[in-house]
């Protein structure tokens, strides 16, 4: 089952672009781990102080290995090095996977056999 993990961290005052890149070493080597399927760290461009974090492991063991990784762990000691003001990072798993497109480049009108458009009109 794929594990997906999605959220926000939020920095007062801080400039996320450069907390980023001095996580840049660390975020490579979480991306070259067994397992990872992505792994971004990108700033809001409308919320001064929001890093937004997106990440796609093959298995809750692979997330699980990440966790014990030299990289999870100094990545966690380089964020402390800034102040941090609140977050809110969220496990998901994903049991299915379809594309958001049709082949003829439209957004589906289901997803996983359910419409999603039966109730656009109320």
């Known amino acids: 089952m794929r594990i997906l ?8 005052g801080q400039d996320c ?4 890149e001095g996580g840049r070493a660390l975020i490579e080597a979480s ?4 397992g990872c399927i992505a792994y971004n760290w990108s700033v809001d461009p409308l919320a001064p102080g929001t890093i937004h974090v997106f990440e ?6 692979d997330l699980g290995a990440h966790f014990k990784d030299p990289s999870y762990l100094s990545m966690r000691t380089h964020l ?7 977050f809110d990072v ?5 049991n299915g996977k379809e594309p958001v497109y ?8 289901s997803i996983f056999g359910v419409s999603i458009t039966a109730n656009a009109s109320e």
């Open 5 to 12: 993990i999605a959220g926000h961290l939020l920095f007062e």
């Open 17 to 20: 672009a450069a907390i980023i």
């Open 31 to 34: 991306r070259a781990e067994k």
């Open 56 to 61: 796609e492991w093959e298995s809750e063991a």
């Open 80 to 86: 402390e090095r800034s102040t941090l003001t609140g």
């Open 90 to 94: 969220s496990i998901y798993s994903a």
């Open 102 to 109: 049709t082949a003829e480049g439209q957004p589906r009108d």
